[in-house]
């Protein structure tokens, strides 16, 4: 998988939103602390536009997410949120001009599609935080941090405090996934994740208990966990039962789930749509190990 270059102070960033419409309050404070940090950044045409539930009309939000992954000079481009939309032009992309000229894609939640898109085509890209969260209590958050130390080059170990479902291990691969409902949505298409071989890491928000059971034994069905090299597990957030609860947790489905395998498996890693979603670059190698003290991702 080839990584971009990462980036030094002077680089250009471009903020595009290619998905969800963003309230620009929370956004612009994101933006200011990247400008802060040394980089030019340049926010697209319709980043803060209100189509219905996107930022833009389709067309729209391609143009400015093709004008980023044409741009010689950008070295990073940064969703400025998730939502939905991504699905509505993945296929209209052209990344003839981006094959030349690298550069690396930030995002999370429904970004998942690009991401899928950039392993399709051999290149890394970073599931991290997005410019509503780079802030906490008006100071850098530590997600942001930890972006940052990233698109620099800077690797840090990962420590993950015990959990009672963790399966110890130690192994080390490629990781790849990020929202699960998305790489689930995949499977049958170009962009169906490749699982064989590789560290799964997943993570979602407010999906109904058994919808989430679903995706976990469609996915077991489908191959698509039997042949991991090991699975990380982050926020499953604000989870939804229905007035019959189905009777076991978020976690406690996936557990069983991945029950007759024996790879590694670590539960609560930080990443998601929790406080500290912290920095993966997909597409690179990482060592994951797991003891009953503790877990640890790092790169290889």
Known sequence: MQKPDFLQSGDRIRIVSP?????????????????????????APHTFGNHFQFAAKDEERLKDLQLAFDDPDCKAIICARGGYGAIHIVDKLNLSNFRKHPKWLVGFSDITIFHALFQKEGFCSIHGAMPA???EENQPSESFTELINVLKGKSSDVLVPPHEFNRNGNTSSQVIGGNLSIVYSLLGTPLEPQTDGKILFIEDLAEYLYHLDRIMHSLKLSGKLAKLRGLVVGGFTDM???????????????????KDYDYPVCFDFPAGHIA??????????????VTEEKAQLSRS
């Open 240 to 258: 939804k039962d229905n007035d019959s609860p189905f009777g076991q947790t978020a976690l406690e489905i996936i557990r069983d789930a991945v």
């Open 276 to 289: 500290l979603n912290l920095p993966l670059i997909f597409g690179a190698d990482y060592v994951l190990t």
């Open 19 to 43: 998905s969800g419409k963003v309230q620009k309050d929370k956004i612009v404070p994101g933006i200011n602390l990247l400008q802060k940090q040394g980089f030019e950044v340049l926010v």
């Open 133 to 135: 969260f780079f802030l």
